[in-house]
């Protein structure tokens, strides 16, 4: 009963700040640990994210931090928006290898067969 009347009492009272504060950290670690996978993309990635997302052992800290100020939900819904957009770029970057004149099949044409 006491419980309940302390709920009911704070269900209105929102602290904008504390969300406000938390979301921003969260971004500034997903952007700093990003920004460690762009800079150490040479190396092999050697470390198992959410999604199957790779990393390299030097980004290790920076992704502790990152999941440690964001949700779980929003790791995973930010490193399946990552993944994507880098399978999107790397399927762009390779069709850029494959410009130049395409050669196409010759229309095949009927040879009806000679009687002798």
């Not at 009911?8 to 009272?13: I, L, N, P, T, V």
Request: overall charge positive; some cysteine; glycine content about 4%.
């Amino acid at each position: 009963m006491m419980l309940e009347a302390y709920a009911a009492g704070k269900r209105d009272e929102i602290h904008t700040d504390v969300l406000l504060k938390a979301r921003q950290a969260c971004y500034k670690a997903r952007d700093a640990f990003y920004s460690c996978l762009e800079m150490q993309s040479d190396k092999k990635p050697t470390e198992i994210g959410s999604v199957g997302l790779l990393y390299p052992t030097e980004c290790k800290r920076s992704r502790d931090e990152y999941v440690m100020n964001c949700r779980a939900s929003w790791v995973k819904h930010f490193d399946r928006q990552y993944c994507k957009t880098k399978r999107t770029q790397r399927l762009l970057d390779d069709r850029e290898t494959r410009r130049g004149p395409l050669t196409l099949p010759q229309p095949y044409t009927f040879k009806p067969p000679t009687s002798t």
